[in-house]
């Protein structure tokens, strides 16, 4: 069983930075695939970033250059550094975790979710 935990979250003026955490809780963080994701109020669940098994990651249009996605094997934790932040980021924050697939494949679909952490930006 894999258990997420986010925290980090926040209210932050328009411009400003957050980092997120995602503690993992389960045996072989190292070889998860992993991702966040954010849901703001009457929107549906978008992806926000991603890293694979060989250390990929992959950004929404929307927060490229802006946010960053990393994880720390040796903390079993998956961080999300958010700057520039604007008020069209504010949203509940999730992180979510699976196995790897064929060959280390990810697919970006999930498995495991954390309970999310809200991020609120004014302008």
């Known amino acids: 069983q894999v258990q997420l935990v986010e925290s980090g979250g926040g209210s932050v003026q328009a411009g400003g930075s957050l980092r997120l955490s995602c503690a993992v809780f389960?045996?072989?963080?190292?070889?998860?695939?992993m991702g966040w994701f954010r849901q703001a109020p009457g929107k549906e669940r978008e992806g926000v970033a991603r890293?694979?098994?060989?250390?990929?990651?992959t950004y929404a249009d929307s927060v490229k250059g802006r946010f960053s996605i990393s994880q720390d094997n040796d903390k079993n934790t998956l961080y999300l550094q958010m700057n520039s932040l604007k008020p069209d980021d504010t949203a509940i924050y999730y992180c979510?975790?699976?196995?790897?697939?064929?060959?280390?494949?990810?697919?970006?679909?999930?498995?495991?979710w954390g309970q999310g952490t809200q991020v609120t930006v004014s302008s």
């Open positions: 389960g045996y072989g963080f190292s070889t998860y695939c």
């Open positions: 890293i694979d098994t060989d250390g990929t990651t």
């Open positions: 979510a975790a699976d196995f790897p697939g064929f060959k280390g494949a990810c697919y970006n679909e999930y498995s495991y």
